[in-house]
């Protein structure tokens, strides 16, 4: 059993990780401010997080963010790279929270979990990423601040919307906990 959820957790990695690159590419809008995009990955992320657990969610968010910088702007970013990776795993880690695979996802679940993610979002976006801009690129303040602000409250409207949709969609495909009775 340990293999094939070791199996199932790569290939969703792998999934996961190219669907995060072609959402990003191509189902994305620009903001007006500089380099900063509405992205519905995010809300993909989230999902993938919270249905195979923070490891993936990490994973797709690292190698998801890394190749899409590669192939958009010629190079990696790796501040905001690290910030993504550190978002899917902890969308993972409140995904624990949930058990979605219980079929349940209503407001007993979306209000908590929208609640976590919007703190980790705020923290990633709003702080930590416009923090390692100015250490590891000397990038001037101003500019990180307004990219980060903006690309986080982007990322929040969309896992709040489009990844709620997600989320209810997939538990709906789930038998919920005690449906099934012995005639």
Known sequence: M???LAIKTIVAIGIGAAVFVILGRFASIPTGVPNTNFNTSYAF????AVVFGPIAGGLIGLIGHALLDSIMWGSIW???VIISAL???FFGLAGKRINIESGEFGKKQIIPFTILQ???QIIGWGLLAPTLDILIYAEPANK???QGIVAGLFNIVTVAVLGTILLVAYAKTR???GSLKAE
């Open 87 to 89: 978002v899917g795993f």
């Open 144 to 146: 990180v601040w307004t």
């Open 175 to 177: 038998v919920k906990s």
């Open 2 to 4: 340990g293999k094939n």
């Open 118 to 120: 919007i703190i980790i």
């Open 78 to 80: 790796w501040s905001w």
């Open 45 to 48: 992320l989230a999902l993938m």
